[in-house]
C-alpha cells in the first residue's frame, strides 16, 4: 500500500503587488492534478509588505518531489518554490 507524505512548501511571489489568492486557485489545481489531496494555504509575512504562500497537502509517496517544485514553479507570478517540510503521515 502507497504511503502519504506530508508536505509544506514555500511559494515566493514575484512581487509584493501579486494576487496570493490567483497562485492559490492556480497551485490547488495543478496540484490536484498530481494526486495531491488535502490542500490548504497560509500567507505568512516576509518583510517589506511581501508575503509568501505556505502550501500544505497531503501528496502520494511514490511520487517525486521534483514534480511539485517543477510544477508550481512554472505558475506564473511564482518567484521561487521551496520545500520546507517533507514527512511521512500516518493514519
Known sequence: MPGIA?????????????????IEQKAKQSMEEQGAKNISFEEKEIA?????IMLK??????????IIESKLNQLENVSS???????RAFG
Open 48 to 52: 517589506f509588505g511581501l508575503k509568501a
Open 6 to 22: 506530508a508536505v509544506i512548501v514555500k511559494i515566493m511571489p514575484s512581487s509584493p503587488d501579486t494576487n496570493l489568492k490567483q
Open 57 to 66: 497537502m497531503a501528496w502520494p509517496e511514490e511520487k517525486s518531489t521534483d
Open 81 to 87: 518554490v521551496k520545500i520546507e517540510d517533507y514527512r
